[in-house]
């Protein structure tokens, strides 16, 4: 369910800006509306499964889950569709956070657990690598609205397996919810991702944008400030001093600073800039997604003999050459090399996403695996939301930057308006006749310097992710192996 929805939602985003007149901006917050919730409950609600059970806030999610579904579904306004899927984020995040508790604490044995995270990633990568062409199908043959309204019998059907097959498991040494730092965490990101949506239009240096960034500040002044005075955090700093922990992080964090994002836009960049019709790009966007539904049970194998160590990092590797190859292709206007290296990120994607969540939650104790698991989807949780944002303003001002050496005669506010109707796919709003062309050319240069960004990021923090783990290997959470000769050895 939480796959299908992160991968087909943004097959439909073209349909939801003509049927509800959303603009470029409705279109980020349709989506960021969703990752904000996610990350504002994510700790809090690894917190909550941890002391009340994490069957309980696993099942209580799943329903607010299936009915915030259901109003995104009859939703009449793109207005009322965001504030839908905030409260539909609310119950993923929860959702999530209790999957990988759940799968950590019924599955202890390392062989066994690698093995259950392997599924997860099949079942996770069904929803993703099919949602795409199922939100294009739907589009196509019904409405938009049954991309959200298919998750009520979904919900239905989890609920039925969740009271068949899932123990109950809690941390019997948890304590009270830290609201502070749940609100403190949520206030810094809402601020954040809005300075810089709105920097998009506004510019960064507009009063209101400074304003926000101003809170942001405070915010984030006041959540460390609470996490460090809390007797017991959500967001545990200690954690943070164990280096295998921190190279999962950054493989968290690399996942969403490339391939999430820049699945927002793929849509818009495959029926816009490459005149895909929706159907062709549904099936175009499988290329990026279907991997992650074959390469998780490799991966995790390969994460067993080799160490996570040298998988997590390979996996950032090859989607920062795949995002760089993406940029070159581009350039040529060479679709299949476009295509080519979207099959590339998806299979660096498969190698990274399941030994992610399996490092981060080994790397602590059992009874924290609610926290830990908390800690890493928040990890990718708020990079997704900043580069949704980002990856918007890259976008926008390629395309600006495009459209202005083609002397148009528009004032800079006028330009970046006419950049943002072409970054939504609104080919034809340029004032003059016969620019759809230009249009379309300023779009690949717009999406070019996206996938040139998405490349070098994760190329960056594939780098950091080895360190870190070259660090585990010889630093103070390394474990050291002495030979067995004697009594005294084995105690030793």
């Known amino acids: 369910?939480?796959?299908?929805?992160?991968?087909?939602?943004?097959?439909?985003?073209?349909?939801?800006?003509?049927?509800?007149?959303?603009?470029?901006?409705?279109?980020?917050?349709i989506m960021n509306a969703y990752t904000l919730a996610c990350t504002s409950v994510l700790m809090a609600a690894g917190t909550l499964a941890d002391r009340y059970g994490r069957r309980r806030v696993l099942v209580a999610s799943l329903w607010l889950f299936g009915l915030a579904s259901l109003a995104c579904g009859l939703a009449p306004s793109a207005a009322l569709l965001i504030a839908a899927r905030f409260?539909?984020?609310?119950?993923?995040?929860?959702?999530m956070i209790c999957q990988f508790a759940i799968l950590s604490q019924q599955f202890r044995e390392p062989a066994a657990r690698s093995r259950a995270f392997a599924v997860w990633g099949v079942v996770a990568g069904i929803g993703l690598g099919f949602g795409p062409l199922v939100g294009a199908a739907i589009v196509a043959l019904a409405d938009w609205r049954w991309v959200f309204l298919v998750h009520a019998p979904l919900t239905l059907l989890t609920l039925g397996l969740v009271h068949a097959s899932v123990q109950e498991s809690r941390d019997p040494e948890a304590n009270r919810l830290d609201i502070a730092g749940m609100l403190t965490m949520t206030l810094t990101v809402f601020a954040l991702v809005y300075f810089i949506t709105?920097?998009?239009?506004?510019?960064?240096?507009?009063g209101p944008g400074l304003v926000l960034l101003a809170v942001a500040a405070v915010g984030l002044a006041l959540f460390i400030a609470a996490e460090r005075r809390s007797t017991h955090p959500m967001f545990d700093f200690?954690?943070?001093?164990?280096?295998?922990?921190?190279?999962?992080?950054?493989?968290?964090?690399?996942?969403?600073?490339?391939?999430?994002?820049?699945?927002?836009?793929?849509?818009?960049?495959?029926?816009?800039?490459?005149g895909y019709d929706v159907m062709h790009a549904g099936w175009a966007l499988l290329a990026y997604t279907l991997p992650t539904l074959a390469v998780p049970p490799v991966a995790e194998r390969l994460a067993l003999?080799?160490?996570?160590?040298?998988?997590?990092?390979?996996?950032?590797?090859?989607?920062?050459?795949?995002?760089?190859?993406?940029?070159?292709?581009n350039a040529r206007g060479s679709d299949s090399a476009v295509i080519a290296a979207c099959l590339v990120a998806g299979i660096g994607l498969g190698l990274t996403n399941s030994p992610v969540t399996n490092t981060s939650t080994g790397a602590?104790?059992?009874?924290?695996s609610g926290m830990a698991s908390g800690i890493d989807f928040s990890a990718r949780l708020i990079t997704l939301a900043f580069n949704i944002a980002l990856m918007g303003f890259v976008l926008v001002s390629g395309i600006a930057r495009h459209l202005g050496q083609a002397a148009l005669g528009a004032t800079p506010q006028a330009l970046l308006q006419l950049?943002?109707?072409?970054?939504?796919?609104?080919?034809?709003?340029?004032?003059?006749?016969?620019?759809?062309?230009?249009?379309?050319?300023?779009?690949?240069?717009?999406?070019?310097?996206?996938?040139?960004?998405?490349?070098?990021?994760?190329?960056?923090?594939?780098?950091v992710s080895h360190a870190f783990f070259r660090r585990s290997q010889t630093g103070a959470d390394s474990v050291r192996l002495v030979p067995v000769g004697s009594d005294a050895d084995l105690c030793k």
């Open 1 to 29: 369910m939480f796959g299908l929805e992160i991968s087909s939602v943004p097959v439909i985003l073209p349909a939801l800006e003509e049927v509800l007149h959303a603009d470029f901006q409705d279109a980020q917050w």
């Open 87 to 95: 409260v539909q984020g609310v119950g993923a995040g929860a959702m």
């Open 198 to 206: 709105l920097g998009t239009v506004q510019g960064f240096a507009s």
């Open 238 to 274: 200690s954690v943070l001093r164990i280096h295998r922990f921190n190279g999962a992080m950054m493989g968290s964090m690399g996942m969403n600073f490339s391939f999430w994002p820049f699945m927002i836009y793929l849509p818009i960049y495959f029926q816009a800039a490459l």
């Open 305 to 329: 003999r080799h160490g996570a160590e040298r998988v997590i990092p390979a996996g950032l590797g090859l989607m920062a050459a795949a995002f760089l190859l993406m940029a070159a292709g």
């Open 364 to 368: 602590v104790s059992a009874a924290r």
């Open 419 to 463: 950049a943002q109707d072409v970054a939504a796919g609104k080919l034809d709003t340029l004032p003059a006749t016969g620019t759809t062309t230009l249009a379309q050319a300023a779009l690949r240069q717009g999406f070019g310097d996206v996938m040139l960004y998405a490349g070098l990021g994760v190329g960056t923090l594939a780098l």
